[in-house]
């Protein structure tokens, strides 16, 4: 298994690609931008990217889906309360970021739902709170948070379908209830280091004292 992070877009989006050499299969979470070089990355690794997976439905994650659908028949991946999101982001806001409308979702998914992938299997905790269906994805040890959860910070919950104290409540019950060496990659490169762990995020993070 490989697992490769890399700082994408206007808004320092984390993008990930993760995937299974041995299939010679992998998944890219949250292509907000520079397809070609993910794809490249891909490549490099002998892999065909097989599925897209989102996070949420914002913008700056999802502005990629299109062109990296075009070029590779992947399967877009969401949480089935953010599907309706990525057909009806509004044109200023794609003006906003250069990005292009996302195709809908090829499948939906929901809490305790698993994405497999050649021999990866990413299990899908919902996280509702930054977006009604903001998901985290847990592989072997390592929990793709998206907006939810940053390196010593919280996602926002002021954008429409956003709640404060309910994004608190995923964090609390579905997050922190994970194990302490769980490695935490975030949707964006907004703290001191690109990845953190459950347990440092419990005894740093100050949204979460």
């Not at 292509?31 to 914002?58: C, F, M, S, W």
């Not at 709170?129 to 390196?151: A, I, N």
């Amino acid at each position: 298994m490989f697992i490769e992070q890399r700082q994408v877009g206007q808004m320092a989006v984390f993008a990930y690609m993760v995937g299974d050499e041995k299939s010679g299969e992998a998944v890219v979470i949250d292509p907000a931008e520079d397809t070609d070089g993910l794809i490249q990355a891909a490549a490099n690794k002998g892999a065909k990217i097989r599925y897209i997976v989102n996070t949420h439905g914002h913008v700056d994650h999802t502005g990629g889906n299109a062109e990296m659908k075009q070029k590779t028949g992947a399967e877009i991946i969401i949480h089935e309360d953010d599907a309706d999101m990525l057909v009806s982001t509004p044109t200023s806001m794609l003006r906003m970021f250069g990005a292009k409308q996302s195709p809908p979702a090829d499948r939906t998914v929901r809490d305790g739902d698993l994405i497999d992938v050649g021999g990866i299997r990413l299990r899908v905790i919902h996280t509702p709170g930054h977006s009604p269906g903001s998901m985290v994805l847990l592989l072997d040890g390592y929990l793709f948070t998206g907006d939810t959860l940053f390196v010593e910070a919280v996602g926002r919950s002021d954008l429409p379908g956003g709640d404060g104290e309910v994004m608190f409540d995923s964090i609390q019950q579905k997050i922190c209830t994970l194990p302490d060496e769980t490695v935490v990659l975030p949707g964006h490169n907004y703290g001191s280091m690109p990845t953190s762990t459950i347990g440092h995020e419990k005894q740093f993070n100050p949204f979460l004292r």
